[in-house]
């Protein structure tokens, strides 16, 4: 079992900057991939970017440059460092989490969920 609770979200003007973090806890082995994913109104959710145990990151193209993905192993926390921010990263972000074989950016493939956190972004 897994519980996510993420933090840091808020209201920021284009161009500006935001860090998401989202602590983790588990019953027994620590989730092979850690992600984050995000929904905008009347949009699907879709993936931004994970990171596994071993420190391998993937980003979506529409982040890439912008959003960094990052682990403290020592605090279980998942962080998303969120830079040049655009009216269109508005959404609700999710931490997800799960145990694998593989890593993926696939809603499908998710396991467990937080509860989300709203970022919104004005121009």
């Known amino acids: 079992q897994v519980h996510l609770v993420e933090s840091g979200g808020g209201s920021v003007q284009a161009g500006g900057s935001l860090r998401l973090s989202c602590a983790a806890s588990y019953t027994y082995d620590r989730p092979y991939c850690m992600a984050w994913f995000r929904q905008a109104p009347e949009k699907e959710r879709e993936g931004v970017a994970y990171i596994t145990t071993g420190g391998t990151t993937t980003y979506a193209n529409s982040v890439k440059g912008r959003f960094t993905i990052s682990k403290d192993n020592a605090k279980t926390t998942l962080y998303l460092q969120m830079n040049s921010l655009k009216p269109e990263d508005t959404a609700m972000y999710y931490c997800?989490?799960?145990?694998?074989?593989?890593?993926?950016?696939?809603?499908?493939?998710?396991?467990?969920w937080g509860q989300g956190t709203q970022v919104t972004v004005s121009s």
């Open positions: 997800a989490a799960r145990f694998g074989p593989a890593c993926s950016l696939d809603v499908t493939l998710i396991t467990y």
